[in-house]
């Protein structure tokens, strides 16, 4: 190993890691070979591991290390924090050698001349020998100091530095991994401050941190310096990009979550004081951290980066990236970059689902916050408070019971590991929390506001993160199966097998199933989700004169320009995402299908919903967008549907609509849709009929001629034939899609449909819950089968069957 103590961070690369470590050999590396692509990093230099080195020697230190580490016993809390306080005391304690102090001022005031400054604010960060690698990740094991200024301060927090190598994470963690202490060195990184505490910072992972999707960019930030977004003490905004509509030049920011943001940290003003942390002001609170061309930049930056290093390793490395945005400049930078080290590892085909079985749950719920992995789980409720570490020692924390505090330390770990989930009011998923239990594969549901407030001490609850992106916690044991598929087990089938997804949370999830495309995306979903308002309210709320409906309005349109912009943002960034998650195979988005009892319920909408007695065959689907009481409302879908075609180059869109009755309709719909920006045909834009009413089968060769193609709708189709309300239990015993007259004005679509040369697919549930459903849908040549994710296996394998059965008669 090289002998020399300091050098400049541009001087190292990936080689050095003996010497800089991971940390550090990261931002040399790119500082040599990105800074020329335009991505920018801060300047600066090396304390090198040889300077660590020489500090332990010249104060004989490494035997009482030796002695106090060899004390700690495994999972024993109060071992661990005697032992680990000890050494980082007696590290502390220690003076620095002579010649290094001289060497470590030179170098700073060299850093200092080379921004014209007297005395430079800095940044200390650690860098360990066995940190930011592919294979282990090491990440914020160590400590880093902020807007440290002057000579002593600096030398001060390079003992700090050198200390860290010994916080009681980084022992638990080295003794967890089976690495030897002594034989691990710290190096530290002097580097020019950003002044983020004027602007902001945060986080990028070079995909989806929950389902490993590849072609995502997820952002988490936040105003202010970036320690609060990593340590999980607030809820971050939160930005996804997707990779190849980015690539192509489109603005591809397909989902924005506004955080709540309530502080962030800044540079001191007592003296002294490096940094402090403060209220943020109520335009932070209520807008984005970002504008939409730095996401954009950040994501072109990230993607740079996985690029390189992917080439460097010869393998896929997805990348956990820190930024920062110079509040004085203005200026992006990147302070950090990392290969991410828990999807890269995974077990690549396999495929596990999480399903609750309890149909009354919702009665259950106790709190609800942002979900981490898509697992659940069940157990005690334990209570720590993160301000009172004597709570560690009296905690009586057994294997399988549920962590639940306002935010976890790092320190935590070994406490972390033993439960069966965590549970925090505060966080975001990139915070301390999520990283930590993604790496020990338990469910962790963060950002809860109050769970503190809610959960009792030794209260039994369920965790459950595999309903969307919305993590929930059920009071009592919620019984739930799992099912696990290798994916390159699933037969190759001649008709395809499409999906039908609800809920965009759950589409990059669904993302590795080796389904073609999307056959139904339901938008009232996302209206009744993400939305939560009648369109028309957030239109005219204002006339109304309602103070109550025009508050709530107000705060859940906070950070976007207007209402409209909310709305067409909202369900044009939730269309986006499955449409992005499927790419480029066709996703079928279908307009809205509430019924009036529907719309009702949402906000605002007994304003404007008339009482019907059988709202299931009233106004809805087709006969609301041309209306003159509804198509407002309609042209906002359309323009939402334009947005994300168009502005974020999701090209693979094709709309569907509903429950329209006659040929005449159709066309009136198409006007409609033409003053919202839309035209079948401009730009490959596809429509397809849902074949859901008698009319659309004895007319299908008249709607044909004005259509791209067919989708059945077998649920409405089957009610309408056989005149029954399937909402009605009384008539239940009636309803089956397999019922022959039901098959026969299937049988009659199909035919109608290869005349015309059009192709006809089903997306109702009959596939789903019946094979020998599925059977006669393959015998009459259906074009495709959508199904619910939970039954795409064992339709798939329906499928195959019947198709095997058929080349058989055939030959």
């Not at 020990?440 to 992106?469: D, F």
């Not at 976007?560 to 067409?568: H, N, T």
């Not at 299931?616 to 906002?636: H, N, T, V």
């Not at 359309?638 to 006659?662: S, Y």
Request: aromatic share 8%.
């Amino acid at each position: 190993m090289s002998s020399r103590i300091i050098m400049e961070l541009s001087q190292a690369g990936i080689r050095d890691i003996d010497l800089v470590g991971g940390k550090n050999a990261s931002l040399g590396e790119m500082l040599q070979h990105l800074t020329p692509l335009g991505v920018k990093i801060p300047q600066g230099f090396i304390i090198t591991v040889a300077g660590y080195t020489r500090f332990i020697r010249f104060n004989k230190l490494e035997e009482r290390i030796r002695q106090l580490i060899e004390a700690v016993q495994p999972d024993d809390m109060a071992s661990l924090q005697q032992s680990g306080a000890a050494v980082r005391q007696l590290i502390s304690r220690s003076p620095l050698p002579p010649e290094m102090i001289d060497q470590i001022s030179d170098a700073y005031d060299h850093l200092s001349d080379q921004h014209k400054q007297l005395c430079t604010d800095v940044a200390v960060r650690s860098s360990a020998t066995a940190e930011d690698l592919p294979d282990a990740s090491f990440a914020g094991q160590q400590d880093t100091y902020l807007n440290v200024r002057g000579l002593d301060q600096l030398l001060e927090s390079v003992k700090r530095c050198f200390a860290s190598l010994f916080t009681d994470r980084a022992i638990s963690y080295r003794q967890r991994f089976g690495y030897d202490h002594f034989k691990i060195g710290l190096s530290v990184c002097v580097q020019k401050m950003v002044r983020a505490d004027l602007g902001a910072s945060g986080v990028a992972f070079s995909l989806d941190t929950e389902s490993g999707f590849k072609d995502a960019i997820v952002i988490n930030g936040a105003y202010g310096l970036g320690e609060l977004v990593v340590q999980g003490t607030i809820s971050p905004d939160e930005f996804i990009v997707f990779k190849p509509a980015l690539q192509k030049g489109y603005q591809a920011i397909i989902e924005k979550k506004l955080g709540a943001k309530d502080k962030k940290m800044v540079y001191g003003d007592e003296p002294g004081e490096r940094v402090a942390i403060v209220g943020t002001s109520p335009y932070e609170k209520n807008h984005f951290c970002l504008e939409d061309t730095v996401i954009l930049q950040l994501s072109k930056w990230v993607m740079e980066i996985e690029k390189y290093y992917s080439g460097l390793h010869q393998r896929w490395c997805p990348m956990d990236v820190e930024w920062a945005v110079d509040g004085m400049s203005r200026q992006l930078y990147i302070v950090q970059a990392r290969p991410e080290t828990i999807h890269s590892r995974r077990q690549a085909g396999a495929f596990t689902e999480y399903t609750m079985k309890d149909a009354g749950r919702a009665g259950k719920i106790i709190a609800k916050g942002i979900a981490v992995s898509d697992k659940i789980a069940s157990g005690r409720v334990r209570l720590l408070d993160a301000t009172d570490t004597k709570d560690m020692h009296s905690l009586q924390f057994e294997a399988g019971d549920v962590l639940v505090t306002d935010m976890t330390d790092p320190d935590w770990e070994p406490i972390m590991k033993k439960a069966s989930a965590i549970i925090t009011n505060k966080g975001g998923r990139t915070c301390h929390a999520a990283i930590v239990a993604r790496e020990m594969g338990v469910p962790a549901i963060v950002g809860c506001g109050n769970a503190t407030q809610l959960l009792q001490e030794g209260q039994t609850i369920t965790a459950s993160c595999a309903e969307g992106e919305t993590g929930l916690i059920y009071s009592g044991i919620i019984p739930f199966e799992t099912a696990s598929y290798d994916l390159s087990s699933f037969p190759e089938v001649d008709t395809p097998v499409l999906l039908n997804v609800a809920s965009p949370d759950m589409a990059f999830r669904f993302a590795s199933l080796p389904c073609k495309g999307i056959g139904l995306a339901r938008e009232e979903f996302i209206i009744n989700n993400y939305i939560r308002v009648h369109p028309l309210a957030l239109l005219r709320h204002r006339a109304l004169k309602d103070n109550h409906l025009t508050a709530a309005i107000n705060d859940i349109t906070k950070g976007y320009a207007d209402e409209e912009d909310f709305f067409v943002q909202k369900l044009s960034q939730g269309v986006a995402k499955i449409a992005a998650a499927f790419y480029p195979h066709k996703v079928l988005v279908r307009f809205s299908d509430f019924k009036s009892n529907e719309y009702f319920n949402l906000l605002g909408g007994n304003h404007f919903e008339p009482a019907e007695e059988n709202p299931m065959i009233g106004w809805r689907g087709a006969s609301r967008y041309y209306s003159p009481q509804y198509k407002e409302a309609f042209l906002l879908e359309c323009k939402a549907i334009k947005m994300a075609r168009e502005k974020m180059g999701l090209k693979n869109i094709v709309v569907m609509i509903p429950f329209c009755r006659t040929v005449t309709e159709l066309l009136q719909v198409y006007d409609a849709m033409k003053e919202g920006g839309l035209e079948r045909g401009t730009d490959g834009l596809q429509v397809v009929l849902m074949a859901e009413l008698p009319s659309n089968i004895i007319m299908a060769r008249q709607f044909a001629r004005h259509i791209d193609g067919f989708s059945i709708g077998s649920n409405d189709l089957t009610q309408l034939v056989l005149g029954l309300d399937r909402d009605s239990s009384l008539v239940a015993h009636i309803y089956d899609e397999r019922n022959e007259a039901v098959k026969s004005m299937i049988t009659m679509l199909i035919r109608a449909a290869r005349e015309a040369g059009i192709p006809v697919g089903i997306c109702g549930q009959g596939p789903s819950d019946f094979p020998d459903f599925a059977q006669f849908l393959v015998e009459m040549g259906i074009d495709s089968i959508s199904v619910t994710p939970d039954s795409y296996y064992k339709t798939v394998k329906a499928i195959h069957s019947i198709e095997k059965q058929l080349k058989v008669l055939i030959a």
